[in-house]
């Protein structure tokens, strides 16, 4: 039986794509009207998800290759190897914003929102996403000095930084295309055009606020966390639980513009497209207090979910792809 080549590459960016793992993959400045605009920024050391890639963005706390896989500990950095230094990739600049900007990060669900039988004891939320920031990053910088510690007033931890936003990991839209129910409802009520970036799929986001104080003229470091625990006594092999975080270390470049005018929600375009839009609840929360900002509307899980099935015979291979497959 012969296959064609299209559908055997688009196979094996797909078994690609559910081995990988989340980082935020790119970044934007939300106009008032909640619109994406201007040119997208990157995390440090960026590889864009183009035909050939390896993955050298997931950044696991714990490591898998650590004794104990269960625990992080105080030596854990919070910047992956490649995230350490300021540094951009080429094709990959940072992103250019205002003080007091409004920006969406986006990151790719890759099944942990629309597939969650595949994670046995995982919270329905599918985890916080925390961002914190800076103006003085450290190279080595430790998760532990900063996660659950920074706080939103900055008197926290060392008191070298503030949290700037929490959110559900799942923000209550994105998906990835699958035949299960979470992504099938989900495509019909957040439906968009496939676009180069994302294929058919939703990408999830998390908006905020930089600080209205970052000193322009210089980068501004968002350290993002995705805190995504193992409950005790769910999955026969982490009987105690396990702790499971993945970071993305990224600069801003803060430049001051003419127009200072920043993001806020009265203007919020309702059925804008979703491919470049913040989401209305938490655009809405901007500028509110970190603990008031989180979306309380989280996903139960259907029955259908809690039919063992295997991740790489679920997923479609049969996409409409416009242009090169980036979004996988
Ligand atoms: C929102 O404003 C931006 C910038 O002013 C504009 O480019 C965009 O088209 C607007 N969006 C909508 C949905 O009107």
Same mark, same amino acid.
């Given at each position: 039986?012969?296959?064609?080549?299209?559908?055997?590459?688009l196979?094996a960016?797909?078994?690609?794509s559910?081995?990988?793992?989340?980082w935020?993959e790119q !970044?934007t400045v939300?106009?008032?009207?909640?619109?994406f605009?201007?040119?997208?920024?990157?995390?440090?050391?960026n590889? @864009?998800?183009?035909p050939?890639?390896?993955?050298?963005?997931t950044? @696991?706390?714990?490591?898998?290759?650590? #004794?104990?896989?269960?625990?992080?500990?105080?030596?854990?950095?919070?910047c992956?190897?490649? #995230?350490?230094?300021q540094?951009?990739t +080429?094709g990959?600049?940072? @992103?250019?914003?205002?003080?007091g900007?409004?920006?969406?990060?986006?990151?790719?669900e890759?099944?942990?929102v629309?597939?969650?039988?595949?994670?046995?004891g995982?919270?329905?939320?599918?985890?916080f996403?925390?961002?914190?920031g800076?103006?003085?990053?450290?190279?080595? +910088?430790?998760?532990l000095?900063?996660?659950?510690?920074?706080? #939103?007033?900055?008197?926290?931890?060392?008191?070298?930084?503030?949290? !700037?936003?929490k959110?559900?990991?799942?923000?209550?839209?994105?998906?990835?295309?699958n035949?299960?129910?979470?992504s099938?409802?989900?495509?019909?009520e957040?439906?968009?055009?496939a676009?180069?970036?994302?294929?058919?799929?939703?990408?999830?986001? #998390?908006?905020l606020? !930089?600080?209205?104080?970052a000193?322009?003229?210089?980068?501004?470091?968002l350290?993002?966390v995705?805190?995504?625990?193992?409950?005790?006594?769910?999955?026969?092999?982490?009987?105690k639980?396990?702790q499971?975080?993945?970071?993305?270390?990224?600069d801003?470049d803060?430049v001051?513009?003419?127009?200072?005018?920043?993001?806020?929600?009265?203007e919020?375009?309702?059925?804008?497209?979703?491919n470049n839009?913040?989401?209305?609840?938490?655009?809405?929360?901007?500028?509110?207090?970190?603990?008031?900002?989180?979306?309380?509307?989280v996903?139960?899980?259907?029955?259908?979910?809690?039919?063992t099935?295997? +991740?790489?015979i679920?997923?479609?291979?049969?996409?409409t792809?416009?242009?090169?497959?980036?979004?996988?």
């Open positions: 039986m012969a296959f064609s080549p299209t559908l055997i590459v196979f960016l797909h078994i690609l559910i081995n990988a793992h989340s935020v !970044l939300i106009a008032p009207n909640g619109t605009i201007g040119t997208p920024g990157y995390a440090r050391g590889v @864009l998800r183009t050939g890639f390896v993955d050298t963005m950044y @696991l706390i714990p490591p898998n290759s650590r #004794q104990d896989v269960t625990s992080v500990l105080p030596v854990d950095n919070i992956r190897e490649t #995230q350490q230094d540094a951009q +080429e990959s600049p940072r @992103l250019q914003a205002n003080p900007a409004a920006i969406a990060l986006r990151y790719q890759n099944g942990h629309t597939l969650p039988q595949n994670q046995p995982k919270p329905p939320n599918r985890g996403v925390y961002v914190y800076t103006t003085q990053p450290k190279t080595d +910088e430790k998760l000095d900063i996660h659950g510690k920074w706080t #939103q007033d900055g008197k926290g931890g060392d008191k070298r930084g503030v949290l !700037l936003s959110q559900n990991f799942d923000d209550g839209r994105c998906y990835q295309v035949d299960q129910s979470i099938q409802t989900r495509q019909k957040y439906a968009h055009n676009n180069q970036l994302m294929g058919a799929d939703l990408w999830c986001q #998390q908006d606020r !930089l600080p209205t104080n000193p322009t003229g210089k980068p501004y470091t350290y993002w995705w805190d995504w625990p193992t409950k005790a006594g769910v999955d026969p092999t982490y009987p639980g396990k499971e975080i993945y970071t993305t270390c990224i801003v803060i001051q513009a003419a127009n200072n005018k920043l993001g806020v929600s009265p919020y375009e309702s059925n804008q497209d979703l839009a913040a989401i209305p609840s938490q655009f809405d929360a901007l500028g509110k207090t970190v603990s008031s900002q989180q979306s309380s509307s996903t139960s899980m259907p029955t259908a979910a809690r039919e099935v295997t +991740e790489w679920t997923v479609k291979t049969t996409q792809i416009i242009g090169s497959p980036t979004g996988y």
